[in-house]
């Protein structure tokens, strides 16, 4: 199989994110009941939210690093297609 490294580094970080999204989101729908819970009344979240702090925070982190892991996955595209985003031309314009 000749797959360029490129590619299957996208190949892996589409996992990757896919995989942490899907952990993220069942560990707090049985944690925190989300995203049910933001139906609640104010005082209801946010005293389950006190109650079970750190592990909500850290689950929100894991899906943090998922959609982090998605933004070079844009890049690739683009480049594959041809095209720079506007992002990236904004970075280039920072950097140099």
């Known amino acids: 199989m000749n797959i360029r490294p490129t590619h299957r580094l996208a190949a892996t970080a589409m996992a990757g994110a896919a995989g942490l999204a899907i952990a993220g989101f069942t560990a707090l729908g049985s944690i925190f009941d989300y995203p049910k819970i933001l139906k609640s009344p104010t005082a209801e ?24 892991l998605l933004a070079p996955i844009g890049v690739h595209h683009g480049d594959q297609a041809g095209q720079k985003s506007r992002f990236v031309d904004n970075l280039e314009h920072v950097w140099h």
């Not at 979240?45 to 982090?68: C, E, K, M, P």
Request: without cysteine; proline residues 0%; hydrophobic residues 55%.
């Open 45 to 68: 979240i946010l005293d389950s939210y006190r109650h079970h702090q750190g592990a909500i925070t850290g689950w929100f982190l894991v899906l943090v690093v998922s959609a982090a």
